[in-house]
């Protein structure tokens, strides 16, 4: 089956520096790489997501990038701001007739230092 | 107003005794799932279903049933809790096959003791 690995665990950045969060994936099948921010206390909730079409997103200042040959795609957030302190999860899918299972990696505590 | 919810919110129960986690949506989505959230192991996919009497196997189903009688419901089924069980639970559900975006429910936090 799928195996996500994502790095770091931690990661710490001051206020308006940029954050990066890496992930690989294991199954070359897979076709759907979103990304889920988690706030303490509450449910994930989609932040962006890319298909394996795509080479890059962006949506104002968080961007994900994928590399299919090499099977990493990451998270990018520009002049970060205290609110985006979170756990950040990647998640691979392959979503197709008969197949709907969702990867996650392990998480990244996100923390905006002021 | 769309959303996907779960009961009990927290519950705190004994090994060996039989429960069941709702999830109800008011979205007329196809697609529904469990997942169990544990500390530095992520989310993982518990069951899924992708319309109403088609169930799989997520990545950890063992201990778990679930069925899907009627499209808004998806309940979860732990027909003899164990303290390895004890975990934060997700239901989540999206539109259909190809669609991609997932809603995630409140949660459920299951203490087994």
């Known amino acids: 089956g799928e195996n996500v690995e994502q790095h770091p665990s931690t990661l710490s950045v001051q206020e308006g520096d940029s954050a990066v969060i890496k992930c690989t994936y294991s199954?070359?099948?897979?076709?759907?790489f979103p990304w889920y921010k988690q706030e303490l206390g509450k449910r994930p909730q989609l932040i962006i997501d890319?298909?394996?079409?795509?080479g890059e997103k962006k949506d104002q200042r968080i961007a994900v990038t994928l590399n299919k040959t090499a099977k990493h795609f990451s998270l990018h957030i520009t002049e970060t701001q205290p609110e985006d302190s979170a756990v950040y999860f990647c998640a691979a899918s392959i979503s197709n007739f008969g197949n709907e299972k969702l990867t996650f990696g392990t998480g990244t505590r996100l923390t905006i230092i002021p | 107003e769309a959303q996907v919810t779960q009961n009990p919110r927290y519950l705190i129960t004994v090994t060996g005794k039989k429960l069941t986690v709702t999830c109800s949506q008011n979205?007329?989505?196809?697609?529904m799932s469990w997942y169990r959230q544990d500390p530095g192991l992520g989310l993982r996919q518990i069951y899924y279903?992708?319309?109403?009497?088609?169930?799989d196997k997520g990545d950890v189903p063992e201990g778990y049933k679930v069925s899907r009688k009627e499209k808004r419901n998806f309940p979860l089924i732990l027909e003899s809790p164990s303290p390895n069980q004890t975990s934060l639970y997700f239901c989540a559900t999206k539109k259909g096959q190809l669609t991609y975006e997932q809603y995630f429910g409140p949660g459920t936090r299951l203490t087994v003791t």
């Open positions: 199954d070359s099948a897979s076709n759907y």
């Open positions: 979205m007329n989505h196809e697609y």
């Open positions: 890319i298909r394996s079409n795509v």
């Open positions: 279903s992708m319309n109403v009497e088609v169930t």
